[in-house]
């Protein structure tokens, strides 16, 4: 069957583009370029299977390496780290060189000697598409290759196993859940429910400043351990009892100090400076 | 026999031979069954379970293999039967090697089963860290990792179905399916952990990379015949090229060498030999011990099924092309393997290297291919090859069984710590003294592999030898006894070393400070020429640590008892090396019948 002009036209403009798609992957640094390389390469190939008639492959081809396996791939990618790219430290002397003479060589052999090669009118091809490619495809499956596709199951199974051998670690220590941490809490004497919160003042932010016990004493655990390492711990001292103090008398009275707003307003400003000087 | 090509427009359902398919059934269903047992039987009863099943199937398979041979093959008159429209192709030359393989595996199985005090080879669990605590907690609570059991029925599983193919996409998936399990068994050593590991990833990152030149052998291979089945790629052509595929032989010629380079990888034969080293150092030595004799068996297999069913038949040419890629090959192998053996001073880097020579004799048998003479049928390399492997087979597990009971020990008395194999060189002095079973039964070893007469080697390599002489390579024969010669040298050191010289680190006193080459987790101990002395851990079940310092170790060689398996399996190789050398007849005359067209 020759080949029609249609299917030249596709081939000439998705081969350059396969091979520019296949350098990339070689030569691109980073992992994720490689990767995407290499999704190229296989949607053409699969356009490429779909020209040439056989489009159960092509789809295949599609669903299974572009759309799961190469998507495993960057999934992977992302956790191992977008960022890691290739080392490009020789670990022995001058092997790069070797390995690039080798690789050409081994080029230049392959394409002459396949050049040389003159196939004849292929044959066959409306046969076996005689009633729809998947269907052709199926027969072969299920007739001359159905104790291949049975081992390949083994593989599988081989795979899967192996995989889990590598990666399965028992757990070989009693997990510990929330009941066995509260018991440990307990047993270690330590605060048996949830710490207090902080106490709320309307001058202040309250994250920083301790809640009061019922005797009117600071209650430090209130504050979140990392204000108190960092020192933004306001503590609360005569002063701002003496004001809660006022200013619950001057509700009781009615009288709003406007004043306390602007105060307010100021020691915000100051808590976010603080906060954003931590953060950096 | 079976239509080989159904290409009608009808579905036709493919006859399954149940009868000839059972022995792979048996192996490869087993391993199912295994992987069951590991989800189903509780931990203690695991072990013994698996290696029950593991045992029955192996020996099940050789049985069956066996009744096969003399009740349902011997009567009929076919050269061999093709099964499932000819995707396994059942010849004599099949039968034989299967049971090679079943009967070796069945041994090394013993050797890869031993658990006794301090032998046991595999790390508690492949996924802990090396060196973490959770490896040390897992070590302390006994874990085993049985899983192995059915990894290593897969493995053998795929090498029945490597030389049976009767496509080359069976022979593909075969190919893998021995390959994965191995790949993954490398990297569960239990001591040396980092090696270990960087054995499994070498030998993955290497074989893919091989199976990758298989593929596109196959592919090119399809371009020229426009079908995969090894039948149809020759039949109707056997004598004379139709004229429409003349124009294709490039395609033919290059597909073949690149099938033949995916298979020689697995024979580890030079110049696709890197991995061997590294990955017999590396992986747990049971395992090395049956990955370099039952692979070896298989993959060759493989090689004489491509190179019978390619190199007489399809025009002088091709036989001229395959013959030299061989015969390169086999030179390259032999002086490779025995020269750098000489300069190696750690046991399991010798024996690897003994190995890359060994597949290069092998091949120098296979380059004894004649083209087809339009009369007989008959290739004597068939039965000279399986003789040969059966020989090498049964010293290789031997000798790694031996490797693996030569330990390093810290502290003495009851509190002695039993740590990695001591491999170097040095700590096998004065072994005969120390435990003299031992001690001859790896220098019968040796002095099969060295093909010293009165023992398996010798015969193997008579035959091998003879074949390439037959086929007018006289000069390449001359050329391997010479190899043999070299590499006698360091087989014989060995066993000098063992017998005559006295012990370096008597118990008494420390052996003087080694010094301990850092070992990266990637790229250290390539194939520098002066083997690299590795000390022991000073802690049991640590992997080897990252240390740029010099250490001090105690230098104590201690040898294990080793279960009562390991110790039956080193005894029915001796036994097995000695009997096939002295009487080498019913074997060889058994094999006879191999030699018949059709591998």
Known sequence: MMTSTGEAVLFWVLAPAMVLGALGLVFARKAVYAALSMIFVMVCLAMVYVMQ??????????????????????????????????????????????????????????????????????????????????????????????????????????????????????????????????????????????????????????????????????????????????????????????????????????????????????QNDDTDAATTEGEA | MTPLIAAAPQFVQPEIW??????????????????????????????????????????????????????????????????????????????????????????????????????????????????????????????QQTEIYPLFLFAVGGMMLFPAAGNLLTMFIALEILSLPLYVMSGMARHRRLLSQEASLKYFLLGAFSSAF??????????????????????????????????????????????????LFKVGAVPFHQWTPDVYQGAPTSITGFMAACTKAAAFGAVIRIVVWFAPFIGLDLHEEIQVTIVIVAIASMLLGSVLGVVQHDVKRLLAYSSIAHAGFVLVAVAGVLPYDGQTFVFPMNSAVIFYLLAYGLATVGAFAVVRLVRESQGRGADAVTLGEATHLSQWAGLGRRSPFLAVAFSVFLLSFAGIPLTAGFIGKFTAFKVAVDGGLWWLAVLAVLCSAIAVFFYVRIIVLMFFVDPAADDTEPEPAREVVAVGALGATSDAPVGTPLAGEPE?????RLSDELRRTSGGVTVLKGSVGSRVAIAVAMVGTLLLGVLPGPVLDLLEKTVNFLP
């Open chain 1, 53 to 266: 008639q056989a489009e159960f492959l092509g789809i295949v081809q599609v669903v299974v390496y572009t759309g799961a396996v190469m998507m495993l791939f960057v999934f992977v990618l992302m956790l191992v780290g977008v960022d890691a790219s290739t080392s490009a430290v020789e670990t022995i002397k001058g092997q790069r060189w070797i390995g690039i003479l080798m690789g050409v060589g081994l080029g230049t052999l392959l394409v002459t000697v396949t050049a040389r090669a003159a196939l004849p009118e292929t044959v066959g091809l409306d046969e076996a598409n005689s009633e729809t490619n998947p269907a052709g495809l199926a027969r072969v499956l299920m007739s001359d290759f159905v104790l291949d596709l049975e081992i390949v199951a083994t593989l599988l199974v081989t795979a899967a196993l192996a995989a889990l051998v590598l990666t399965h670690r028992r757990r070989l220590t009693p997990k510990i859940g929330q009941p066995e941490r509260a018991a440990a809490r307990m047993l270690a004497g330590d605060h048996p429910v949830n710490l207090p919160a902080p106490g709320v003042y309307a001058r202040h932010n309250a994250m920083d400043v301790p809640a009061l016990d019922p005797e009117g004493n600071p209650i430090e655990a209130s504050v979140s351990r990392v204000l108190r390492i960092r020192g933004q711990e306001h503590s609360l001292d005569t002063d701002v009892t003496t004001l809660v103090a006022t200013r619950d008398a001057a509700e009781l009275t009615g009288d709003h100090g406007t004043d306390t707003a602007a105060e307010r307003g100021g």
């Open chain 2, 18 to 143: 149940w009868t000839w398919l059972a022995p792979y059934l048996l192996v490869l269903g087993a391993a199912v069954v295994g992987v069951l047992v590991e989800a189903f039987v509780a931990p203690r009863a695991r072990r013994s379970t698996q290696l029950t099943l593991a045992l029955v199937a192996l020996l099940g398979a050789a049985g069956w293999n066996v009744w096969l041979w003399v009740d349902q093959f011997a009567p009929t008159e076919f050269k061999a039967i093709a099964l499932v429209n000819g995707s396994l192709m059942v010849s004599y030359f099949t039968l034989a090697l299967q049971t090679v393989i079943l009967v070796v595996a069945a041994l090394a199985l013993l050797v890869v089963a031993d658990r006794s005090r301090g032998a046991d080879d595999f790390a508690p669990t492949a996924a802990a860290i090396p060196g973490s605590d959770y490896e040390e907690l897992a070590r302390t609570k006994g874990l």
């Open chain 2, 214 to 263: 298989f593929l596109m052998g196959m592919a090119l291979v399809y371009g020229y015949a426009g079908t995969i089945n090894l039948w149809a790629i020759t039949n109707g052509h056997a004598l004379q090229v139709p004229e429409a595929l003349v124009g294709g032989r490039p395609l033919l010629v290059m597909g073949v060498v690149m099938l033949l380079v995916g298979v």
């Open chain 2, 540 to 544: 049991a079940g640590v992997g080897l």
